[in-house]
């Protein structure tokens, strides 16, 4: 059985590249109450200050434009021959531009559910799990690897905040810029982190590592004039480029895109080409 994701249900969420993500055909889907479910799985509402004096909201972070107030994303494959239009994540951003809930799907289905919020000046975040009884989720025939960081803590015995199960640590270098995006846990030991190398205005080095230290994955990104990727280029362990992929986009009034067309692009017998993989559907609302 191939092991499709593994789900860093208290960290991240790293996954492999997303050639190998959207496998799985269309399956039938029983009734079941998604709005219930979130609900009864969402932890309690964090406070929303004092914050963190962060250069960049979460909306900025996410190249949004505008007074965004949501953001809900659908995902399509493209290599089926009737592509399976799904949801795959909901968005919810307060009027500052900072994030506080959003429900993460797998195949359709709302997997879990995490809150934003401030604790003593902290940026921090709680998750909860989504439960399904028998027959209510029907098997997609895809592994999933469930790792909790609060069951691989160096340090059990630490101290901890119960406040919260994550705290998010930014760093910017001396033009603003997002360098480096860390989780900790509520003993104060470093989780996943996620580092960004500049290259010049269009080229932006993505690297994530694990709260083992070892390195996940590393990514270069091209980059338009607005900070949109247009490419993305992917490692493999060697460090050669293993997949790249090619974004094109459609873009609402606000300057923000609603429609992301990915192809892989190939070249084969000395030709470039391009093979559709997905496209993904953003509807989003802004505040008043």
Request: net charge positive; charged share 30%; hydrophobic share 30%.
């Amino acid at each position: 059985m191939k092991i499709l994701a593994v789900f860093f249900t208290f960290v991240a969420v790293l996954t492999l590249p997303a050639a190998a993500q959207r496998k799985a055909g269309p399956t039938t889907k029983p009734k079941v109450d998604f709005s219930k479910k979130i609900a009864d799985a969402a932890p309690e509402a964090l406070p929303q200050t004092p914050t963190d004096g962060r250069l960049q909201t979460d909306a900025q972070m996410e190249n949004l434009s505008g007074k965004v107030k949501s953001v809900i994303e659908h995902s399509a494959d493209d290599r089926h021959a009737k592509p399976l239009r799904e949801l795959s994540k909901q968005d919810y951003y307060n009027e500052s531009g900072n994030m506080v809930t959003s429900v993460s799907y797998d195949e359709g289905y709302p997997s879990f559910v995490t809150v934003f919020g401030y604790v003593d000046g902290m940026r921090v975040s709680r998750t909860g799990d989504i439960a399904y009884a028998e027959g209510e989720k029907p098997s997609s025939g895809r592994m999933q690897i469930i790792v909790r960081m609060e069951d691989n803590l160096r340090n059990p015995n630490a101290p901890r905040d119960s406040r919260y199960a994550i705290r998010h640590k930014y760093t910017y270098d001396a033009e603003g810029r997002l360098i480096e995006k860390q989780t900790l846990a509520n003993n104060g030991e470093v989780g996943s982190r996620k580092t960004y190398r500049f290259e010049g205005k269009d080229r932006r080095e993505e690297r994530d590592f694990g709260f083992d230290g070892d390195e996940w994955s590393r990514t270069l990104e091209i980059l338009d004039a607005k900070g949109h990727v247009v490419e993305r280029r992917m490692y493999d362990d060697t460090g050669k480029v293993s997949d790249v992929e090619v974004n094109t986009y459609t873009f609402d009034s606000q300057g923000n895109w609603i429609v992301q067309k990915t192809v892989e692009k190939k070249t084969v017998r000395g030709k470039t080409v391009f093979k559709p993989l997905w496209t993904t559907y953003r509807t989003i609302t802004y505040y008043p």
